[in-house]
């Protein structure tokens, strides 16, 4: 790109002139008219999901690039369709820019969530491009899912297993060493560099999809309770209890953590890390005992059955070994919008 092009603004080309350029990053049998057709299969629900993404709030120049910011982007949205148990179709982006953001910024943000849309075959559909005095990004994804399948919180029943998908705290320790660079100075630069790129290059766990069906076969007809855990561990334990009408018993030796928290934050550190830090985008299940376990030798490391389904209402977390007191989890000590 030669440095004319790099440092054109938005405001130079236009919506039209900018709506050409980002035309490119979509395919032009979908694109053109005043909405986006998906053609989805026989016998399968569509699954719609929006996020909306602000400058300065969910992501900066200081800790993330445009690529990073759009692969971001997009792989918070193809994790609440695999929170659903929903296979992507494709996506619509809505842009709200500032006049005088340079046009580069924006085409290496498309660039980024289109090498994370690429990994899922998910195409961008189409969007629309306002004018705005912050950067903003509202994203919508659409997905596809056998009604028999379909991953809904409210389905947790007493007894069950809770299997969380891979480690939790990874993307949130990746922040504060982009924020933070004196710290973790015992961390090797490759382990350095794995927690960064958890924050700034997060997978969707669509993987684990195929998996979970193939060991439910048997079993078709059970209803599975889930969600991602972007708003961290303890958030999406505590919300699928709520919509279930249940309680849960949260082990904390058994929350699967990133093996190099131990060579820079105290015990305290990491499991605040990964209760409350979230943006690890991992798969929360509740399911029965014994395909919980079939679930997780199939995932490998990291995959961990972390806990169980009560009744009552609480979210306790324990400590088998009482090195810890009980504590009843809960929302406060999470992100809120809007608490500050």
Known sequence: MNSELSSQQVKDIGEQGLLERLQRFCP???????????????EKSLVVTTDVLVDG??????????????????????????????????ITIGLGLPGELRVSWVERLY?????????????????????????????????????????RRSAAVVGDAIVVTGVHGASHAGLELLLHPELGQNLKDVERTALIRAH???QPRLDVLP???????????????????????????IQICRASGVGAVLEHRQIPLAKTFNHWLTPDQALRYALYGGEDFELVLCLPQELASALVQHLGEGAA?????????????????KKFPDQVLNLSQGFQHFSQ
Not at 30 to 35: F, R, T
Not at 211 to 237: E, Y
Not at 305 to 321: C, M, N, Y
Request: proline share 7%; hydrophobic share 40%.
């Open 111 to 151: 660039q980024g969530m289109t090498e994370c849309l690429q990994k899922y075959n998910t195409p961008i559909v189409g969007g629309d491009v306002v004018r705005s005095p912050v950067t903003t990004l509202a994203i919508t994804a659409f997905g596809q899912v056998n009604p028999s399948h379909i991953i």
């Open 57 to 90: 709030v969910h992501f900066s120049n200081l800790t993330t690039s445009p690529e990073d910011a759009g692969w971001r982007a997009a792989a918070a949205n193809l994790s609440d369709l695999a929170a659903m148990g929903a296979s992507p179709l494709g």
């Open 305 to 321: 059955i972390a806990g169980r389904i009560t009744a009552g209402s609480t979210v306790i977390l324990h400590d088998e070994q």
């Open 28 to 42: 032009p049998e979908i694109i053109g008219d005043d909405a986006a057709v998906l053609e989805t299969a026989p």
């Open 211 to 237: 998996i979970l069906w193939k060991i439910l076969t048997p079993n078709s007809q059970l209803s599975i309770a889930g969600m991602d855990s972007s708003d961290g561990l303890a958030d999406a334990i």
């Open 200 to 202: 700034q290059r997060p």
